[in-house]
């Protein structure tokens, strides 16, 4: 079975620190692995994937995720965070070759001025 | 138009009554999916179309949920007998197909709220 795991409810950062939102999957086979963003009474926006290749995934807004097997983790990342980077994320995971997305709880990040 | 689009964007109704929510995929896309999200928390799968059909209805809560989609194109999800419970954000997501690496782009929502 799939599984989704964001083991922090709520990050917190001040502006212009690097920010960390943790990822930890569970799959049978290989994973498809994907991030989105959910501002307030938006529906989800897409931010980045992992498919197959390189473990660093760049996408939008300037966000990153590092793909790492052994630990199966699927962090996602910024250098710099904004003010405006304050939203819900969710981690998603689909097996390959699958017909389901199972998402994560969410995590609920705070940029701080 | 461009993106997933559904309707009503809210909707309040009393209990007991029926509603019916729409959603309208991106053009091409042949899988649809349908999500309640309460109160800003996680995603809860109900269900998804691969064209007309539904290969998984496992998440639906009770059989006063059902979905339909004709035409591989729009789809509704109707909730008999409303409940209080049944209040949330009800997301519509489609892709170009299930089983492809590509992400779903999501609707904005109908937010029901059950008096």
């Known amino acids: 079975a799939q599984s989704v795991a964001q083991p922090e409810d709520q990050v917190n950062v001040a502006e212009g620190n690097p920010l960390t939102v943790k990822c930890t999957y569970s799959?049978?086979?290989?994973?498809?692995l994907f991030w989105y963003v959910q501002y307030p009474n938006r529906g989800l926006q897409f931010l980045l994937k992992y498919i197959t290749g390189d473990n660093l995934v760049k996408g939008s807004y300037g966000f990153e995720a590092e793909f790492n097997k052994s630990q199966t983790s699927f962090h996602l990342k910024k250098p710099s965070a904004l003010v405006s980077d304050s939203a819900l994320y969710f981690c998603?995971?689909?097996?390959?070759?699958?017909?389901?997305?199972?998402f994560g709880a969410g995590t609920r990040l705070f940029v701080k001025a | 138009g461009a993106g997933v689009s559904q309707s009503p964007s809210n909707k309040v109704t009393e209990k007991g009554k029926d509603v019916e929510l729409r959603c309208d995929p991106i053009s091409g896309h042949t899988a649809l999916y349908w999500y309640r999200q309460s109160l800003g928390q996680g995603l809860e799968f109900l269900i998804y179309?691969?064209?007309?059909?539904?290969?998984?209805k496992s998440g639906l809560p009770s059989d006063r949920f059902s979905a339909e989609r004709t035409g591989g194109s729009v789809s509704t999800l109707t909730i008999q007998r409303t409940q209080q419970e049944d209040s949330a954000v009800y997301l519509c997501?489609?892709?170009?197909?299930?089983?492809?690496?590509?992400?779903?782009?999501f609707g904005d929502g109908t937010r029901l709220s059950i008096l």
């Open positions: 998603a995971v689909r097996e390959v070759g699958g017909f389901k997305t199972i």
């Open positions: 997501a489609s892709s170009l197909a299930a089983d492809s690496n590509q992400p779903q782009h």
């Open positions: 799959v049978s086979g290989n994973p498809y």
């Open positions: 179309f691969q064209g007309n059909s539904a290969p998984d």
